[in-house]
């Protein structure tokens, strides 16, 4: 049989072994890169706490009035208009990795190949939307390369208002769209199949669009809200 004074032990070292294992655990996986991470050539594109790195289409500041970061997460306002937000960097070949989460019936997305030279944010789409909102094809369902490509199903999307967690890679003309750790697609850059897809979408005339430019990566700002966390990036090597 335990003994009182015994419990009255035990019971504040077991309390602190559980803090000692959790809490600080959970903080330090949250918007930060694991030795193995850094080693494998990995950067933080968003800190938890600031916008630094990241500015509005065509302005040198973020585009704060349309974005709230809380507990380590990244919120685009629900109803914000004009907050679409890039980074301040240029990426290749890349591997591109985030965290989101939306309410059931959001529409957002994240675009790579963005470039000022279009005078808009046009680039290729990661759609990320409920396809309870689709009516027309799987082309603009999530996970699709928005308009030109869609993705596999079945997918494994997670409950809305849970988190997703997504990958885009880049190298070369070689593309991927990775959602929970299954591939959904792949493509080409500038493959006759791909162009002539292009051209049957909005997207016709708009230069260089289905094929690789380097450009940065944007976070949509449709009228919905969406969050977003543990986003990091690493540059690939050309493939030879």
Known sequence: MISERRILFF????????????????????????????KAGWKMLFDGKTLNGWRAYGKPSPP?????????????LRGAKQGDMMTVEVFDDFEFSWEWSMPPESNSGIKYFIT??????????????????????????CGSFYLVVAPKTPKPLKPW?????????????????WLNGEKLLEYTCGDPKILAQVDSTKFKGIKDFGRKVP??????????????????????????
């Not at 976070?219 to 977003?228: G, K, V």
């Open 11 to 38: 019971f504040p070292v077991f309390i602190l072994a559980v803090l000692g294992s959790w809490c600080p655990a959970q903080e330090s996986r949250l918007n930060a890169l694991s030795e193995t991470e850094q």
């Open 64 to 76: 704060s009035h349309a974005w709230k970061i809380e507990n380590g997460v990244l919120t685009h």
């Open 116 to 141: 000022e030279e279009r005078k808009a944010t046009i680039g290729h789409e990661y759609q990320m939307i409920d396809d309870r909102l689709v009516t027309d094809h799987d082309l603009s369902s």
């Open 161 to 177: 208002g849970e988190w997703n967690h997504s990958r885009v890679i880049v190298q070369g003309n070689h593309v991927e769209h």
């Open 215 to 240: 450009g940065h990566i944007l976070l949509t700002s449709h009228n919905d809200q969406a969050s977003f966390r543990n986003l990091k990036i690493r540059r690939l090597p050309m493939p030879k």
